[in-house]
């Protein structure tokens, strides 16, 4: 599925990070625990990876972070958003991750293409998190990021992520056949 670039309207520089409930921080390497408990609930990777389904390794985590930190156009943790003391906001519970790569290896960044991909936590889903994130993402590619088409791709069995494209108006470009065992 698709989403080409259309107009949207720039946010304050302060606020750019933030949107209604959340806030988007870069993964910490002292967040990383947090990240593989993301990764490791079952239905996280497997709905986001045509993969064989398999606990998770420390290993293949660690390659995970590492090679999302390096290529990723963006790929934060999502946090709901508390407020200090004084009133400011800050980051409370990381409730799941986002991320914008380029679409393979052989895509090269001057086609200002890029595909999406995000995880919640079981718990924070179907309460309108991944909606939010999701509009937040696609506002910072079309609008800060000079990016002109975002691409995805979900199993045909993932019915909330496909509902979820379709509300925010991705476009159905094509589908694989038996593509993965399942
Ligand atoms: C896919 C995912 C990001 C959606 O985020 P979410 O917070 O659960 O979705 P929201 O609450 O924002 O719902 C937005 C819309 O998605 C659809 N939706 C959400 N959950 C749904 C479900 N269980 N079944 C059908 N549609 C659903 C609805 O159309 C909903 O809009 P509506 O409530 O106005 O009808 C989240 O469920 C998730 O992290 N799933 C596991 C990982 C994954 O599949 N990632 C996507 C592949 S990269």
């Known amino acids: 599925m698709t989403l080409s670039n259309m107009k949207r309207l720039p946010r304050p520089v302060n606020t750019l990070f933030v949107s209604e409930k959340l806030v988007y921080r870069s993964v910490q390497m002292s967040d990383l625990d947090i990240f593989y408990q993301i990764?490791?609930?079952p239905g996280c990777m497997e709905m986001g990876h045509p993969l064989i389904s398999r606990p998770?390794?420390?290993k293949s985590m660690d390659h995970f972070v590492e090679?999302?930190?390096?290529k990723a156009l963006i790929f934060v943790?999502?946090?709901?958003?508390?407020?200090?003391?004084?009133?400011?906001?800050?980051a409370g519970k990381p409730?799941?991750?986002l991320n914008m790569s380029p679409p393979s290896l052989q895509a090269r960044e001057d086609h200002r293409s890029t595909s999406f991909s995000i995880w919640l936590l079981e718990e924070y889903r179907g309460k309108g998190y991944g909606e939010e994130a999701t509009n937040w993402a696609v506002d910072w590619a079309f609008i800060y990021a000079g990016v002109h088409r975002i691409e995805l791709w979900s199993?045909?069995?993932?019915?909330?992520?496909?509902?979820l494209w379709e509300k925010i108006g991705f476009k159905?470009?094509?589908?694989?056949?038996?593509n993965v065992w399942f």
């Open 39 to 41: 990764i490791s609930e």
């Open 67 to 70: 090679s999302y930190q390096k």
């Open 77 to 90: 943790f999502i946090w709901l958003q508390e407020k200090s003391e004084n009133g400011h906001i800050i």
């Open 172 to 178: 159905l470009e094509g589908r694989k056949r038996e």
């Open 95 to 97: 409730i799941g991750s």
């Open 155 to 163: 199993f045909s069995f993932n019915e909330a992520a496909i509902r």
């Open 56 to 58: 998770p390794t420390q």
